[in-house]
């Protein structure tokens, strides 16, 4: 069964923190590939930050230094920590996952589960 459903979306001022949290099944946990995307109204989607089943992470430039991807293995859960809000970081953010195979990292990922999303926005 595939669920991925978000939470801790809010509002914030800049310079704030959130901390997004993905709940999955655990078939969808079991994804070697995960990761969080965004967007923004009237822009297309953005790619926030990777994890592959190995731990390795990646990041968008815009993001690198201030957010942090996890999983919580006791929770099934992946999360994103996002510190130092920008006005800029305002957008739908959403989870993903990719059920594989894939042996070389998230590069060639499809992403092909989804969740419903969760808004963030934050204020000058």
């Known amino acids: 069964q595939v669920r991925l459903v978000e939470s801790g979306g809010g509002s914030v001022q800049a310079g704030g923190s959130l901390r997004l949290s993905c709940g999955m099944s655990?078939?969808?946990?079991?994804?070697?590939?995960m990761g969080w995307f965004r967007q923004a109204p009237g822009k297309g989607r953005e790619k926030v930050a990777t994890?592959?089943?190995?731990?390795?992470?990646s990041y968008a430039n815009s993001v690198k230094g201030r957010f942090t991807i996890s999983k919580d293995n006791a929770k099934n859960s992946l999360d994103l920590q996002m510190n130092s809000l920008k006005p800029e970081d305002t957008a739908m953010y959403s989870c993903?996952?990719?059920?594989?195979?894939?042996?070389?990292?998230?590069?060639?990922?499809?992403?092909?589960?989804w969740g419903q999303g969760t808004q963030v926005t934050v204020s000058s």
């Open positions: 993903a996952a990719d059920p594989g195979p894939l042996w070389l990292g998230c590069a060639g990922a499809d992403f092909d589960y």
């Open positions: 655990p078939y969808t946990y079991a994804s070697p590939c």
């Open positions: 994890i592959y089943m190995d731990g390795t992470t």
